[in-house]
Each structure stands twice: as structure tokens, then as C-alpha cells.
């Protein structure tokens, strides 16, 4: 970037007027550091300079948010090109000009994109530098913005001209008194004539005994002039009354006084002079008022100035809502604007300090305003934050806090900031990111395309029914235009439509298009979207598939030949209402004969008050806009009996599109609205469609906290929706059950849909859920959550186990018969458990003899008893069964070795042994154990069984009442 060009002698005389400022390297000063901090404030950018521009470079006066930068080449100076003309000079985006596309400091550090400087333009013309702000994102300023950017440059403006008249002055006046002190023998006089200072000696009464020429210069005259005269007549009226009770208290007392007041000069203008004032005794003994006095006229409107510019400064951030704050770290004292206070909600005698402004903040955010800054104070870095924040009065806020670290000698001495209400704002964004996540889903959830395109006819919105139209993605069709989607030349049919829009002139029309190999009639609106000014910005576009409507309506006209015959109620009226004619199901309706006439009948007679007030209010519109409508109303049939009917209405039209009369079709609706009426109050809101289904809905956040729950599961958790909603999964659940749970969620959240069931065994109700998770899609394609549903199939489950029982229950003892036996083993070696299987195959001693001797009954009884002992020994996990006869069997899973199986047979002999008590009688039999451990994945159950029952014979050959083998063999 080459620096702008400028003419020599101009350039030359705006360097002489720089110099004169003698404000080039000079130390920081509040007054500039706050127009530069205000600058950055009310344009809301993170950097803001006053800068200088000098021969060969630019240097900083004022700097917020460039921290240890204090000059740089003029070569690259932005401010070089801002001081070439006295407007605002504005750089919206430096990547895109073509000046400062390359600049070292847009490609590089800070990063430069946006840039406003507003020159500092002094008396005669000569810009000497700039006001300037900075930001690093592209962005333009308001024009309230670059408004009071100019002003704030016009204040720094004339502190600058101010600053210098106030340095000459100063040297000035120590000039003349150090040439005064150079006189020789009348040294005293002439510093008493010859000073600039105001000297005379006055009477109590004030009358003037002695002026030098300073004072009688003055006012315009000379000492002689003046000597005799009462120096209250030179007082301004209006300070008369302070100025005579100052010189009485001088002269009443030894004890010197000063002060300041108007005085009326020679021009009749007021001029400010700071009086030290002393009584003195004359020659003769009489005490005379001593005062010299000094012309600070421009002292004062310097401080007048600048408390106009403070308290412009402070009327502004009051403007604006932005406070400032000032932490001395020395003293640990920190200062607030009234603007600061005002937002804090504390009064003017609240005395801050850090720890309590602090704890203004909400819990959640306190952590990061420390850190802040304790960052700050130990090493300069700036912040820019947005948090939470509770007012003195506990109203909840937001605030945009923002500070940086001020160095004197290279040690940090102050932290300054500004303060900000943005609670408006955020509540403003949040309600806009609800509003358009709403109205995207809604959009997407209707059968209608809707589109929004800008005046260069691009999409800038499209909904989902527009994405499956193209069969393209939302973010492949934002930006494009229809040719680019289309792959296709403008339609000639749809350009002037187009045109007609933008031209402002809202559009309806029908087109035919293929989709999906399919002929479609799609009825269209283009509707303009004017500005304020009525300039058309774009245009919304929406679009419905009538192909169905439209053969409907065309089977409808072929049918009307046959509505003499239908059971329908036809009825044609004139344009004002006349009944014309009633076809035969009307008049029977109506209770009329066949031949009786009905042209003196008017159709609203046959109406409902409701119906007539519809047809005032919509049908009537609908028509002539439409020329149909079709509906449901209430008709009165015969005996006054009120009828709900479907209700078609078609306007007949002549060649010059006037109605001349109207055609309507009716069907006796009453169980059609009979049901619908109990469906719509059903489905009237999606709360009521989620309490109408017989299902337990919930829906959760990707954070794991409930959203949303309906009544049924309220009644399943045992919790009401308000201590349900914002609750976590593990909080309602409970830590069991989300665990069981935590697998299912996992893969919800991973974007799987699951389903599963769960069975609930403490409960009384609701024992077996289906639960289905489905996962809830945002735009950006990342998971926000999921839908739980959740159906209870308790009596599904407990008729499973039913019709289970009569295929898998031995009758007699209620253990596993051989069906449910080699299920439960196929069951195990499916999970892979196999390998830690034990079987125990069972076989009765000495039962035939109980058969034989006590009969079959006492021998039935003898096996329900053995069953039961055989449940009382195993875990609720391990599987009985009785095989056939007195043959049984025990399935142990999950042992890790052989010798649990052992010590379970014996436990089986010692329970067969024991005596078995049948009322009077008692029985005693015996038993022998096979077991075998560990089934082969290949050779599979059979194989382990086979082995038990070879372990079973070995245990009945050795003698039995015993047990053989445990070991794989």
C-alpha cells in the first residue's frame, strides 16, 4: 500500500501546525485516553486511536486495545488517508478494497478488517491526525455512530488547540517575570508597574488608593483615571455581594484570603481574575486592602471546556448505556461513572470496591470475572466479556464487562473499563434464535414449499418440502438460483411473473412440473417484501401440489349430470341467494314433495345461524376470490333438525366474470363429525397428541435433562412435569435404573434410533416397557437430544409367559419341562456362556416302590415336594427342570471351576434323602447325581447333557445315592 499523495507546502504548513501543539511524545492524558475509550465504546470496536500524523510517522495520543504500541510508519498509517479530507473516512472491509487488501497490518497483526477515522481538523484548516476506531470483522457504522465519532474528533479537537494556548500562556507569563527580576535599582517599582499582574491598594469602603497600569489597562484607563473610584464599580454585578464579604473578612483579620471573580474589562466583556488579597497598614497607620490579581480567563474556559467535554463524555455513555470504572491498583480504589451506578441499581453514596462489584455477578459467572481480572493485573491482558449479573435490587441482568490494564513507568497502575446492559440484546438474540428454530420446524412440518429469494434472485430460505423438490440439502440451495439448481434456462412461463414481483405486484399463478417421474399441478405465490421506502428486497415464495385437488375438481364437474340421482343434497341459488333448484335427496331432506315449488325460498332458511354467519364471513370471500369453496357447516333438515354436512360451493361466473349463480353439494355428515370433533379435541395442540397416546413421551436434551414429559409418564416416574422438566436422566431415573438405561442412551445420542424392551419386577403396574429412542436432528446435522416412547406390554409379556408356561412348564411340578430345559441351554450357549455351564442330570432311588405300595397320587406328591427342594437350593438364575418320570435336571451358568457343581449335587442327594411327610405318611427315597461342566462351542449343549448322563449311570452302577464326575471329559 503506497501512502496517498499530498501537496508540499501544504503538507508543510500542517506539519508547523502539529509542532505548535507541543503535544508529540508527550505523556497520557485522561482526557484524550477517555475520548478514545468513549470512541470505542459508542462504536462498539475493540480498538480506538487518537493519533498524530508527523512527517515520517504516526503516533499515539490515546490508545485502547493496541497495549505497548505507540507509533508506526506513516507509510502504513490508515490515518494517513483519513487526514486528506475533513469527512469521516470509512473502510467497511479491507479485504475486499483494493487500497489495504495487501497491508501488512490487514494480512497480519492486529489484523485489520474494518476502519473509521474522523480527522482532527484545528482553526485554519489543518488536519493534524485522527480520531479513528478499529475493529478485525468486516462492519459498517450506523449513522448515529459516525455522527458522534466526528463530534468526539471536534472535542479532541479543541482540548488539543486548548492544551497548546494554555502551555503559550504559561511560558509567557514566566518570561515576563523573569525579565522583571533582571531590572536594577527600581526593580521593586517596575515589578509593581510593569507586570502583567493585576496590583492595587484599596480602602475598607474600596476606594482605589493606587492601581498600576496592568490593572488600569485592564479596564481601559489609566491610574489617574482610576485612583478615587471604588473598585466594586469594575466588580461584575452579579459577584458584588461575595467580593465585599471577602474584603471585609480580609480587612476585619491579619489573615490573608483569595479568590476569584468577574471583573467588567475595558470591552465590556467579563473576565475571570484569581485576587490574593492581604491587609497592610499605609504610612499613617490605616489599613488598606492589598490585592494582586491575575486575568484566568482562559484558564477557566480550558476548565469549563473540560468539564463540557467530562460531562459530554458522561451524558453520551448515559446515551448509550455504557458505563465506565477506574481501579488505582496502588489504593485498590475503584471509581464508578454514574452511568455504572445506574446499572449496578446502588446509590450515590455506594462505595465499591472489588470484591463487592464482584459479587454482583451471578455464582456461575464470578470465576471468569476473576480471572479476568487477575489476568489483567498481572499481565495487561485486555477482556471482553458477557455474563450474567444481579443487580443491588437481585433483578437478574446481562452485562458486557470490559477492562484493560493502564502502565506508568512500565508497571501496570490502573485497570479501566466500560460497563454495559445488554440485557435487551441477549434476551433480543435468544427470542430470535427461538423464533427462527420455531419457524423452521413449522415450515418443515408443512406439505407446502416455502422459499424466500432475494432481489438477485437467490434462495436465501428454503424449507424441507423445497430441499425434496430439488432432492438437494438446504445449504446446497441457499445462495444459488433456480437455473443454477435447475440446470436449466429461465422458464418463459415464469419470467414475467418473476419480473412482476420485483417489480412489486404480488403474483399467484399454477404450473405443471415433473417430480420424481411424476406430472405435478403446483398452484404458486409470489408475494414482494417491500422496505419502509417500498423497495423491493426480495420476494416470498410458496407453492402447493394441486394435482389432486385438481382432478378432483374435474371428476366433480363430470359427475354433476347424475345429481338428480345422488343421495347428496344439490342446491342451486341465483346470485343473491334464491333457491333455483333442489335436486330429490335436498327435498326430502328439507321435507318437501317432488313437485313443490322452491323459487320463493331463499337458501339461508335452510341454514343454521352459524352457517349464515359463515357465510358472511368466509365462505361468501372464499368464493369470490376462489370461485369454490368447500367446507363443513350445519344445515336443517326436516323437522328443524340440525344436520352437519360437507359443504361444497361453486361460483358460476359469465364472460365478464360476474357470478350469476351459485351451485352447492351437501352430505349428510353427522358420524363423520361426530368422530372428527373428538379427534380434533384430541390433536388440538401437541400436548394433547402426546396425552392422547397410550404411550409414556419424554423428550431429552443432548445435555440429559428432560424437556418435555406427558401425563403418562408423570404417572410412571411417581414425579410432576415441573419437577420433571430440567431434571437430569439420572436424577428422575434413579442411579439402577439409568444404568440399565445408559447403553441405549449413548447410541440415542450418537444418532441411532433404539428399541428395546425392560422389565420393571418391583413394580405393580407397568412391568414390561417397549422403549423406543429416536434421535432429534439440529440443521447444523449434530444430535440435540432424542424422543422417548415408551408402551406398556405388561399383559403382551405376561400372555407370552402363559402360552411360555403350557409349552415350556412341566404341569406336575411347575419346573422347566424338556421343551423349556433345552431352550434355556440354547439360550446360554447363544449369549457365549457355554463355557462356565454345570449340568446336574438327577435320577430317582427307590421311587417305583412309592408308585407301587402308596399309588400314583402319593408318588405325584412325592415330585412336587423333591421339585420344590430342588428351587430352594439353586439361585434364582440357574434353570430346574424335570426331563420325564423321576428324571431331573439342574442347569448352574456363570461358575468359574467344577467344584461348585459338587457341592450343589450333594446338597441334591442330601435333599432326596431327606424324608418326605405325605399327611400321615412318610416316604423315603434316594438320588443319583451325573454332572458335567463346561459345554464345547462346537459340539454345543448336547454334548454336555450326553456327558451328565453318562456321569448319571457311572453314579447308579457304583451303588447309588451318590454323584459322579465334574471335569470336561
Not at 35 to 41: G, N, P, T, V
Not at 463 to 475: M, Q, T, W, Y
Request: glycine share 8%; net charge negative.
Amino acid at each position: 500500500m503506497n501512502a496517498p499523495s499530498h501537496d508540499v507546502q501544504a503538507e508543510a504548513e500542517r506539519l508547523l501546525r502539529l509542532r505548535e501543539l507541543v503535544v508529540l511524545d508527550s505523556a497520557p492524558e485522561p482526557i484524550f485516553d477517555n475520548i478514545a475509550k468513549l470512541a470505542s465504546d459508542i462504536c462498539g470496536t475493540p480498538i480506538a486511536l487518537l493519533s498524530l500524523i508527523d512527517a515520517e510517522r504516526q503516533w499515539f495520543k490515546a490508545n485502547v486495545g493496541l497495549p505497548g504500541v505507540n507509533e508506526t510508519p506513516r507509510d502504513v498509517a490508515f490515518c494517513a488517508h483519513a487526514i486528506a479530507d475533513d469527512a469521516l473516512f470509512e473502510v467497511p472491509d479491507t479485504g475486499m478494497d483494493a487500497r489495504f487488501a495487501g497491508h501488512p497490518m490487514v494480512v497480519g497483526a492486529p489484523n485489520i478488517r474494518f476502519y473509521a477515522g474522523a480527522p482532527l481538523v484545528l482553526p485554519g484548516g489543518a488536519r493534524v491526525g485522527t480520531l479513528c476506531v478499529i475493529d478485525r470483522e468486516a462492519r459498517r457504522l450506523t449513522a448515529e455512530q459516525a455522527s458522534l465519532l466526528q463530534s468526539l474528533a471536534g472535542i479532541a479537537s479543541q482540548a488539543l488547540v486548548m492544551r497548546r494556548d494554555l502551555i503559550t500562556r504559561s511560558l509567557a507569563v514566566r518570561s515576563e517575570f523573569e525579565r522583571a527580576l533582571e531590572v536594577s535599582e527600581a526593580r521593586h517599582r517596575a515589578i509593581v508597574e510593569d507586570q502583567a499582574e493585576l496590583v492595587s491598594l484599596a480602602r475598607a469602603d474600596g476606594e482605589l488608593v493606587y492601581v498600576n497600569p496592568a490593572y488600569a489597562r485592564h479596564f481601559g484607563r489609566t491610574p489617574a483615571q482610576m485612583v478615587g473610584t471604588s473598585l466594586f464599580d469594575y466588580v461584575e454585578p452579579a459577584d458584588r455581594a461575595a467580593v465585599m464579604a471577602l474584603v471585609e473578612r480580609v480587612m476585619t483579620s491579619e489573615v490573608s484570603d483569595s479568590g476569584e471573580n468577574r471583573m467588567v474589562a475595558a470591552d465590556g466583556t467579563d473576565r475571570w481574575v484569581a485576587w490574593t488579597n492581604r491587609r497592610q497598614m499605609d504610612p499613617l497607620g490605616q489599613p488598606l486592602l492589598h490585592s494582586v490579581g491575575r486575568d484566568v480567563t482562559e484558564r477557566k474556559r480550558v476548565d469549563q471546556a473540560l468539564r463540557a467535554s467530562q460531562a459530554l463524555l458522561e451524558r453520551t455513555g448515559r446515551v448509550a448505556g455504557v458505563g465506565g470504572w477506574e481501579l488505582h491498583l496502588a489504593t485498590g480504589t475503584l471509581a464508578w461513572t454514574d452511568e455504572t451506578r445506574r446499572i449496578h441499581e446502588v446509590g450515590a453514596d455506594y462505595v465499591p470496591t472489588l470484591a463487592s462489584a464482584i459479587e454482583f455477578y451471578s455464582p456461575e459467572s464470578r470465576a471468569a470475572i476473576e480471572a479476568a481480572v487477575q489476568s489483567g493485573m498481572h499481565s495487561g491482558v485486555p477482556w471482553d466479556l458477557e455474563l450474567p449479573f444481579i443487580t443491588a435490587t437481585g433483578r437478574p441482568i446481562w452485562v458486557r464487562a470490559q477492562g484493560e490494564v493502564e502502565f506508568e513507568g512500565g508497571q501496570a497502575a490502573r485497570l479501566v473499563g466500560a460497563f454495559q446492559d445488554i440485557t435487551e440484546r441477549k434476551h433480543l438474540q435468544q427470542k430470535l434464535a427461538e423464533n427462527e428454530r420455531f419457524v423452521r420446524q413449522i415450515t418443515d412440518s408443512l406439505p407446502v414449499r416455502i422459499a424466500y429469494v432475494d432481489k438477485d434472485r437467490r434462495y436465501r430460505f428454503v424449507n424441507l418440502a423445497h430441499c425434496k423438490r430439488f432432492g438437494l440439502e438446504r445449504d446446497q440451495i441457499i445462495g444459488r438460483m433456480r437455473s443454477e439448481l435447475t440446470q436449466r434456462k429461465t422458464d418463459p412461463l415464469v419470467e414475467p411473473l418473476v419480473l412482476g414481483v420485483l417489480g412489486g405486484q404480488p403474483q399467484r399463478f399454477e404450473y405443471e412440473e415433473t417430480v420424481g417421474g411424476r406430472l405435478r399441478r403446483v398452484e404458486s405465490q409470489l408475494i414482494p417484501d417491500l422496505s419502509d421506502s417500498g423497495e423491493v428486497r426480495g420476494f416470498y415464495s410458496t407453492g402447493v401440489d394441486i394435482t389432486e385437488r385438481t382432478a378432483a375438481e374435474q371428476a366433480l364437474r363430470e359427475l354433476t349430470t347424475i345429481f338428480d340421482n345422488t343421495t347428496d343434497y344439490v342446491v342451486q341459488t341465483d346470485a343473491q341467494g334464491n333457491i333455483t333448484f333442489m335436486n330429490p335427496a335436498a327435498r326430502r331432506a328439507c321435507g318437501l314433495t317432488g313437485d313443490e315449488p322452491v323459487t320463493h325460498l331463499h337458501h339461508t332458511a335452510f341454514n343454521t345461524p352459524a352457517t349464515n354467519l359463515h357465510f358472511t364471513q368466509v365462505i361468501g370471500p372464499a368464493i369470490d376470490a376462489h370461485g369454490v369453496w368447500l367446507g363443513e357447516t350445519t344445515v336443517y333438515g326436516a323437522h328443524r333438525r340440525k344436520v352437519p354436512v360437507s359443504h361444497l360451493v361453486i361460483a358460476h361466473r359469465d364472460a365478464a366474470g360476474r357470478i350469476t349463480r351459485y351451485s352447492a353439494v351437501m352430505r349428510d355428515i353427522s358420524p363423520q363429525v361426530e368422530a372428527k370433533q373428538l379427534q380434533q379435541r384430541q390433536t388440538a395442540t401437541l400436548r394433547s397428541i402426546t396425552e392422547s397416546i397410550p404411550a409414556m413421551v419424554s423428550v431429552v436434551g443432548a445435555d440429559g435433562r428432560y424437556r418435555f414429559v406427558n401425563s403418562e409418564f408423570e404417572r410412571w416416574a411417581g414425579f410432576t412435569r415441573v419437577g420433571i422438566v430440567g431434571s437430569t436422566l439420572q436424577d428422575v431415573l434413579g442411579p439402577v435404573e439409568y444404568e440399565r438405561s445408559r447403553p441405549w442412551i449413548e447410541r440415542a445420542l450418537q444418532g441411532e434410533v433404539v428399541r428395546f424392551e425392560k422389565d420393571y419386577a418391583g413394580r405393580s403396574t407397568a412391568l414390561h416397557l417397549a422403549i423406543s429412542f429416536v434421535p432429534l436432528w439440529l440443521e447444523s446435522g449434530e444430535v440435540d437430544g432424542f424422543v422417548g416412547v415408551a408402551q406398556d406390554i405388561t399383559q403382551h409379556k405376561v400372555e407370552e409367559l402363559r402360552l411360555l408356561q403350557l409349552t415350556q412348564q412341566d404341569p406336575l411340578t411347575g419346573l422347566l419341562n424338556r421343551t423349556g430345559f433345552e431352550e434355556y441351554l440354547e439360550q446360554r450357549m447363544r449369549e457365549g456362556s457355554g463355557a462356565s455351564l454345570a449340568l446336574l442330570c438327577i435320577d430317582l432311588d427307590h421311587f417305583k416302590p412309592v408308585n407301587d405300595k402308596h399309588g400314583h397320587p402319593a408318588g405325584d406328591r412325592v415330585l412336587q415336594l423333591f421339585a420344590q427342594r430342588l428351587q430352594g437350593l439353586v439361585r434364582p438364575t440357574d434353570a430346574v427342570a424335570r426331563l420325564g418320570g423321576d428324571e431331573f435336571a439342574v442347569v448352574l451358568p456363570g461358575l468359574r471351576e467344577g467344584t461348585g457343581a459338587r457341592t450343589v449335587a450333594d446338597k441334591v442327594i442330601a435333599a432326596a434323602h431327606a424324608p418326605f411327610d405325605l399327611g400321615t405318611l412318610r416316604v423315603n427315597i434316594g438320588a443319583s447325581v451325573g454332572v458335567a461342566y463346561a459345554a464345547d462351542a462346537h459340539l454345543g449343549w448336547r454334548d454336555l447333557l450326553s456327558r451328565a448322563d453318562a456321569m448319571l449311570y457311572k453314579a447308579k452302577e457304583s451303588g447309588r445315592g451318590r454323584q459322579a464326575g465334574t471335569s470336561r471329559m
